[in-house]
């Protein structure tokens, strides 16, 4: 494994690390505690000793994720353009980062409580960046209403639609759908849809 081999790394985080890739790669159910710990070197005591369970490795897998991405959209100036900016950061924790890209779509597509949670989560993640967002922009589609509750939704479906449906897409592009060019062009799209919609404001459609 790659990142998992560095001896700077302690048992606890190459447990992991070596734990988010064979998650990503088989999914939570077809790994082994005594797989994981195989995969960081490490004895399979070692699961029990720092987590307690698999459910508590687990438990810390997500917990790192979403600090991860916590702190990369923490870190966006928003004088730097903050719609461009979180849109660079999303496309390039959710689609540049294979292991990541893996991760979420195998908790997501389960059906369990622990993949419930992540995705509620990843929601509040969402509220709380459209709210960064509405600060500078304006309330989505003047406020008040009770469709605004679907707006985290939608944020959540544009960004991680390609990682979820990846298998069907991809046979319908031309080019690698998480490749450098293709992710800056689908940020772009989506930041205009953002701000603009399908067809724009009703000021900016012919006869409007």
């Known amino acids: 494994m790659r990142a998992v081999e560095k001896s ?7 447990l992991r690390a070596a734990a988010l890739e064979l998650f990503a790669e088989r999914g939570f159910e077809a790994t082994s505690t005594r797989a994981v710990a195989a995969a960081a070197g490490v004895s399979p005591a070692l699961v029990t000793r720092h987590f307690g369970s698999k459910d508590g490795l687990r438990a810390e897998v997500d917990r790192y994720v979403l600090e ?35 991760y979420l779509r195998q908790v997501l597509l389960e059906d369990s409580e622990a993949s419930a949670e992540l995705f509620g989560r990843l929601l509040s993640g ?20 009770a ?3 679907w707006a985290p939704f939608q944020l959540l479906c544009l960004i991680l639609g390609p990682l979820l449906l990846e298998r069907v897409m991809q046979p319908n592009l031309d080019d690698p759908m998480f490749a ?7 940020s772009a799209a989506n930041q205009r849809l953002l701000l603009r919609g399908f067809y724009g404001s009703p000021e900016e459609r012919p006869g409007g």
């Open 180 to 186: 450098p060019d293709v992710l800056r062009h689908r």
């Open 126 to 145: 969402a509220r709380a960046e459209l709210e960064r967002l509405s600060a500078v922009h304006g309330t989505p589609g003047g406020g008040g209403g």
């Open 147 to 149: 469709d605004d509750a």
């Open 8 to 14: 700077d790394l302690t048992g606890r985080a190459r």
């Open 68 to 102: 991860r991405i916590g702190g990369e959209l923490a870190g966006v100036d928003p004088a730097d353009g903050l719609l461009e900016s979180l849109g660079s950061v999303s496309a390039r924790l959710f689609g540049a980062d294979p292991v990541l890209r893996g």
